[in-house]
């Protein structure tokens, strides 16, 4: 059982910051204890002073009232300004713990995870954590105290007041619980909406080009409402309770005060207690059914951070990268990268249990061989990458470099060893150099340059306006031919021995296709490559072509044989030179 994150990041900020807590538990505790004074002061003014009309001492009585009021009000101004601090500091600690986390996660949390609900919980739910440190549980526990003070001073006046006024507290009490249990149901609830809501704003704006293409905007429209319709819901169960329970409490402190009244009167004079007592206790009964309040008014943020704390653990319990050998370098792995070996040894994989992508693959890749898988699409070619990276781990069998486990090599070595470029380019903040580099410090900008060299693209990279430097603003700046070679560049930058290349040519015009494919000869002398092709009529220069189908090698080998003995690949090769007829 993981402990709670949410506990860990409080322990470790209470441990730094030992003398804030201190201040922290003097605030709480004075503004406990003088909000119980001005009752007493109250109770001589009227029994001592304004009832026998004696003015002796009532200046300073009053000066004494004042005085207290506002040590009350410095206190509660220390205690809110401590609670925002630490609120903060907890919050960035926790956000710091689910980052590592983040780091540490297995790959494929986010194949079934939804980015909007992650932001979510990173966003919404630490934020609702925030509160409850802010005011939440430290404004239960002054509440509490609170109480207990009044109650004991209530007794002091009159123990049969103080049994009346204990009698009340379970009613207190079980209606507190009632809205308690219904109001956390509708907050879980509404934090997953929530992360709904903000994936879809996600996927909107990440797709905004294709939606417009496709005429889509009032598909999204639509969906968009129906996610703010549900969380509307909610959220206006969550509001109802919490609108409900204030009047309630109100109304029940009214029906007290009636009632300590009308006990108090000279017709039943049942209390036995003098007018200043009344007063005191009407002031104390009222200062009781304000923490009451408060426990209403913070419920609903108690309640929020109680479901973000569930939302946020079950985070951090996700299951993390096992098997890494933090020992291993890319050195270690390939010590000559002419002799780098890559063997699956009956390899299966599957994202859903019962649900198998690739099933007992066996393959032997040998130094510098130009392999080319080819298949239907959602055959599992792409998987098979995330496979030979490590970055999935398979339910059975192995895939090795020279008689090491993948899965065992630590991620800073990977891209020493792996070059991988997807079908599109993806751009981060930052300048040209940093589109190659992805902002490593330990790659050099002479690495960079030699990239891009390599690619063909120096010369217009050094024909923009800061050359390296310039800022990428936005996603024309290059064309779709310029982002693959980029692509390139970026895997090819530290100069891995293995490329893994998947469909980089897809989508391009004959000219682009030509250009990047003779950068690839370029690179078929120096590196192990596999790619990823849909066109069988790029395979030829392949070495070795693997045909996938239904998650297994159908059959692999030259392109030469396999337009020999293999009618799937003879066929389709005859069917893409009729349609270029």
Known sequence: MHKSVVKKSFLITAKNNKMIMALLTLAVLGAVMASLIPPQILKLIIDHNLVPKNPDGLMRLAALYLTVLVLVGIFDFMKEFILTVMGQIISKEIRLAMMSKLERISSSFFSSQESGAVVSRFMNDVDAINTLFTSGVVGMIISSFKII???????????????????????????????????????????????KVNNHIAESLNNILMIKAGSKEKFMEQNYSGYLRENFQTLDKVNFYDAVFSPIIQVLRAIVIASIVVMSSQHLGWLG???????????????LFEPVENFGMEL??????????RRVDEFYGEPEETGK?????????????????????????????????????NLHINPQENVTLVGRTGVGKSTLFKLIMGLLKPQEGVITINGIDVCSIPNREKRKIFG???????????????????????????QIENALEFVGMKEYVESL?????TEVKGDMQFSQGQKQLLAIARATVTNPPILLLDEITANLDSITEERIVAVMRKASSMH?????????????SSDTVVILENGRVKNSGSPEM?????????NHITLEKLTWK
């Open 528 to 540: 192990t490559i596999l790619s990823i092709s849909h066109r069988l009529s790029s395979v030829i």
């Open 562 to 570: 396999l337009l020999q003995n293999d009618d799937w690949y003879r």
């Open 149 to 195: 003070g009044i109650i004991v001073s209530i007794w002091l006046f009159s123990y049969k007041l103080g049994l009346f006024t204990l009698s009340f507290l379970p009613v207190i009490y079980l209606i507190t619980r009632l809205f308690q249990k219904r109001m956390l149901a509708a907050q879980i609830k509404n934090r997953i909406l929530v992360g």
């Open 465 to 469: 306006e800061n050359g390296l430097d």
């Open 300 to 309: 609903q943020n108690i309640q929020q951070a109680i479901s973000g704390i």
């Open 325 to 361: 050998n933090e020992k291993l370098t890319a050195d270690a792995v390939i010590p000559d990268r002419s002799e780098v070996k890559l063997d699956f040894h009956d390899l299966s994989f599957a994202y859903e249990a019962g649900n198998e992508v690739l099933k007992n693959i």
């Open 420 to 446: 991988y470029v997807e079908q599109g380019f993806h751009l981060i903040d930052g300048t040209v150099a940093d589109q190659i580099s992805l902002q490593d410090t330990n790659i050099t900008r002479a």
């Open 273 to 287: 207690i003098s007018l200043g007592m009344v007063a005191a206790s009407i002031e104390l009964i009222s200062n």
